[in-house]
């Protein structure tokens, strides 16, 4: 704002990018901390957001750095959530973890609190 206000021009390119960082940076610390917080050492990343090849690499980095095994879809996969959502029930399901049908999307459910009941 100061830079427009001063008729001075703003790199949009470097406003995108500082933008994207920022939101990468908050993306890899808090599954960093979710991990430690769960002792979880397997570390996916799944939905729309799979196709950003900045949090792919960050992501990455940070497993390595951690000590995570990190995984990721294929291209393919990364631009559709249903398929990713289907082949998730898939393993979910081999494994013998089932919810009833009552389930229902909570997008805010603090880390830690899902439990999954086995052979249900």
Same mark, same amino acid.
């Given at each position: 704002n100061s830079k427009s206000q001063k008729g001075e /021009?703003?790199?949009k390119a470097?406003?995108?990018a500082s933008f994207q960082k920022a939101i990468v940076d908050v993306l890899v610390e808090k599954t960093? /901390?979710?991990a430690h917080t769960l002792g979880e050492t397997k570390i996916t990343i799944a939905g729309?957001?799979?196709a950003n090849q900045g949090l792919q690499v960050?992501?990455?980095h940070m497993c390595n750095e951690e000590g995570f095994t990190y995984y990721k879809p294929g291209k393919i996969l990364a631009t559709d959530n249903a398929a990713m959502i289907g082949c998730r029930a898939y393993y979910m399901a081999q494994a013998g973890k089932f919810?009833?049908?009552h389930l229902n999307a909570k997008p805010s459910v603090p880390i830690g609190t899902v439990a999954w009941v086995e052979g249900n």
């Amino acid at each position: 704002n100061s830079k427009s206000q001063k008729g001075e /021009d703003i790199n949009k390119a470097d406003v995108a990018a500082s933008f994207q960082k920022a939101i990468v940076d908050v993306l890899v610390e808090k599954t960093k /901390d979710a991990a430690h917080t769960l002792g979880e050492t397997k570390i996916t990343i799944a939905g729309g957001v799979s196709a950003n090849q900045g949090l792919q690499v960050a992501l990455e980095h940070m497993c390595n750095e951690e000590g995570f095994t990190y995984y990721k879809p294929g291209k393919i996969l990364a631009t559709d959530n249903a398929a990713m959502i289907g082949c998730r029930a898939y393993y979910m399901a081999q494994a013998g973890k089932f919810c009833d049908l009552h389930l229902n999307a909570k997008p805010s459910v603090p880390i830690g609190t899902v439990a999954w009941v086995e052979g249900n």
